[in-house]
């Protein structure tokens, strides 16, 4: 398959979540803390209720949530191919590619996560957990918040908020394209964003991709080309085939993971049943998941 056709398949798929998924079913309810410490913290059984209710709520949210966002960069991407557009082809990638890198890294161990305490949660979100056991997960719960909320905090929200969580500001995009390059420094995957943010900010690239450049002896002449966009976006597509195949896969396949591993779960808002018809092949994350999920849930 090549990186057109993948952009192409991930934009039906997506198309289909969209037309086949109602959102208006989904409405997360998020307590405060006040709440947590004042009202249920003297009930273990129903603090700890609430809490997984709430991280299976935050990890439906991050999972439905990245399919949506990139959805609308790769329809961008797709419409930009069609319509012959390089700068927004060139937009609407290097986006789609820094949105895919949050969803590995943010949504990566989600789903095992899930499954490694599906005993545990099951039992705290019915109410059947032992008074004097308490179940949490710190490391969940701050990657699904990190996920939703992450963002540059300014300065005055500082001076008014005090010291912030780490897991509230967000992530350098080289942290983002490393990790889709498997962890490699300036990779790849890394030059292809480069390049496109060239075309995408005002910066020469997106001037003379439109001329064709000869030199006579002593002058230069530039001519407007004929299908310069075509030429340059079919010229990427194929230069970095791989790359961009690669940075789907991992931008969509966490999300569809995390909603697949949810409908295990006996908690209504969360299930997602249009998931269970999407096949993820041999994918050995997946399989791994469904193999322990197979002999949990017997």
């Known amino acids: 398959m090549t990186a057109k056709e993948m952009i192409e398949h991930y934009s039906k798929v997506t198309q289909d979540i969209e037309k086949n998924i109602d959102l208006k079913k989904y409405v997360y309810t998020i307590h405060d803390n006040d709440y947590f410490a004042n009202t249920i913290s003297s009930n ?15 990890a439906h949210w991050a999972g439905l949530s990245s399919l949506i966002r990139n959805l609308q960069w790769v329809k ?25 890198g949050d969803n590995l890294l943010s949504l990566l161990n989600v789903p095992n996560t899930l499954a490694d305490n599906f005993e545990n949660i099951t039992k705290c979100i ?17 990657i699904l918040i990190h996920f939703s909320y992450a963002r540059k905090i300014s300065e005055e929200e500082k001076t008014t908020n005090g010291k912030m969580p780490k897991y509230q500001n967000a992530k350098p995009a080289s942290e983002y394209l490393k990790i889709l390059d498997s962890k490699v420094d300036n990779g790849p995957i890394s030059e292809l964003y480069s390049i496109l943010c060239q075309f995408a900010h005002p910066a020469a690239h997106s001037v003379h991709y439109l001329f064709q450049m000869s030199f006579d002896n002593t002058k230069y002449e530039f001519k407007y080309s004929q299908n310069a966009d075509k030429d340059y976006i079919e010229r990427i597509l194929n230069s970095y085939n ?28 969360t299930k997602t049943p249009y998931l269970d018809g999407i096949g993820l092949g041999a994918m050995k994350a997946w399989t791994d998941i469904t193999t322990k999920m197979a002999t949990l849930t017997k």
Not at 249 to 268: A, R, S
Request: net charge negative; aromatic share 10%.
């Open 76 to 100: 961008g991407t797709a419409k930009a191919i069609e319509d012959n557009n390089l700068l927004s082809f060139s937009a609407n990638l290097r986006c789609l590619i820094e949105s895919s």
């Open 126 to 142: 019915s109410g059947k957990i032992e008074e004097k056991t308490m179940y949490a997960s710190r490391e969940l719960e701050e």
């Open 44 to 58: 273990a059984t129903e603090l700890q209720k609430v809490y997984w209710e709430e991280i299976l709520q935050r």
């Open 242 to 269: 791989d790359e961009i195949i690669k940075s789907l896969q991992y931008g969509f396949n966490p999300g569809i993971m995390t909603l697949k591993t949810l409908n295990y779960f006996e908690y209504e808002l």
